[in-house]
């Protein structure tokens, strides 16, 4: 059964993440992270436009299903240890 508490922490998580990870490349490799843009956006200007927002949504996705297991995993091992 999904627990909706862990399951909105889960996307709130992720999308904090996803920005932290933004960041974190703009301050530590800077010019390596525009080449990406610059990729994305000539992705975006052609028939392939698609394709930058499906990686950022499956990423996003990715990123916060995992925090969402380490939950349930978490509160597995509580229950088992606990009772």
């Given at each position: 059964?999904?627990?909706?508490?862990q399951f909105?922490?889960?996307f709130?998580?992720?999308a904090?993440?996803?920005?932290?990870?933004v960041?974190?490349?703009?301050l530590?490799?800077?010019?390596?992270?525009l080449?990406?843009?610059?990729?994305?956006i000539?992705l975006?200007q052609?028939?392939?436009?698609?394709?930058p927002?499906?990686?950022?949504i499956?990423?996003?996705?990715?990123v916060?299903?995992?925090?969402?297991?380490?939950?349930?995993?978490?509160?597995?091992?509580?229950?088992?240890?606990?009772?």
């Amino acid at each position: 059964m999904v627990n909706p508490k862990q399951f909105k922490l889960s996307f709130f998580l992720g999308a904090i993440l996803c920005i932290l990870k933004v960041i974190v490349s703009l301050l530590g490799n800077y010019s390596a992270t525009l080449k990406i843009f610059s990729i994305g956006i000539m992705l975006i200007q052609t028939k392939y436009w698609f394709v930058p927002l499906l990686l950022i949504i499956l990423f996003y996705l990715f990123v916060s299903l995992l925090f969402y297991l380490l939950f349930r995993l978490i509160n597995l091992g509580v229950r088992f240890f606990l009772n």
